[in-house]
């Protein structure tokens, strides 16, 4: 299931829908948080998300159907936020079960380094007047490179 | 002539000023080729020849050499992701 919305997600929550009565061995999740880009203080900094509607959930399912081809997997549950967000929100979640801690360990960290480099997001900072979109970074392209 | 809907994303819709644009082609023709065309009809175009720029066709990720077909619905420019 792959979700891109405005509103918060619940771990707890999600955590739950991957379970698989009986089967389910290994459980891992990621969250990723806006962590303080500024000197300034967190009131006055805003943190944008803006994406390419119908092609980010393209983007999404892909990198989830590649990774269910990888590894042997039971649920995989991804949610990713859009729009105004503020420092400590949370921005991302990637969960994965399965019936044994390598498999869940590596679809999940996969997932995170496709989704980065190549799902249709894209982020915006802003401190008091001023706002730069954030650049993507030169080891983000060095960690997908691992899965090719 | 074929006309197809080109959108722009962060960034660069920002330096183009607009975030959808008709184009009419002659399709078949590469991405390269559309960024060209679209460089010569759009004010402060050039910004679509900047390193780095990535493109997708119909929700697929493109290269520049690849081929906008005259049956593509909707092409994208846009600078590289940065989610998560």
């Known amino acids: 299931m792959i979700r891109v919305q405005q509103e918060d997600f619940d771990v707890a929550a ?41 092609m980010t959930e393209h983007n999404l399912q892909s990198i989830v159907d590649d990774a269910k ?20 929100d949370q921005i991302v979640f ?10 869940a360990f590596q679809a999940c960290d996969f997932i995170m380094d496709y989704l980065k480099s190549r799902a249709a ?10 706002s730069q979109w954030v650049e993507a970074s030169e080891k983000d392209k060095t960690r997908l490179a691992r899965w090719q | 002539m074929t006309n197809v809907n080109v959108l ?21 023709m590469t991405i390269r ?4 065309q ?15 720029i990535q493109s997708s066709i119909d929700y697929e ?6 081929l906008v077909a005259s049956s593509a619905q909707e092409i994208a420019f846009f600078p590289p992701v940065t989610g998560g």
């Open chain 1, 121 to 130: 997001f894209w982020k915006k900072e802003t401190q008091g007047s001023r």
């Open chain 2, 61 to 66: 990720f493109a290269r520049d050499a690849d």
């Open chain 1, 94 to 103: 990637v969960g994965v079960s399965s019936s044994h801690r390598a498999e």
């Open chain 2, 33 to 36: 080729a559309v960024k060209q």
């Open chain 1, 14 to 54: 999600l955590y739950q829908a991957l379970l698989v009565a009986n089967k389910t061995g290994a459980v891992a999740m990621f969250v990723g948080l806006v962590r303080e880009f500024a000197e300034l203080p967190p009131d006055e900094c805003t943190f944008e998300l803006e994406h390419y509607p119908g």
């Open chain 1, 69 to 88: 081809s990888r590894w042997d997997l039971q649920e995989v549950r991804v949610v990713h936020r859009v729009g105004r967000l503020s420092i400590n």
């Open chain 2, 8 to 28: 722009f994303f962060a960034s660069l819709k920002e330096t183009l000023g607009i975030s959808e644009y008709q184009l009419a082609g002659n399709f078949p």
């Open chain 2, 38 to 52: 679209l460089s010569a009809e759009l004010a402060k175009g050039d910004a679509l020849l900047g390193v780095g």
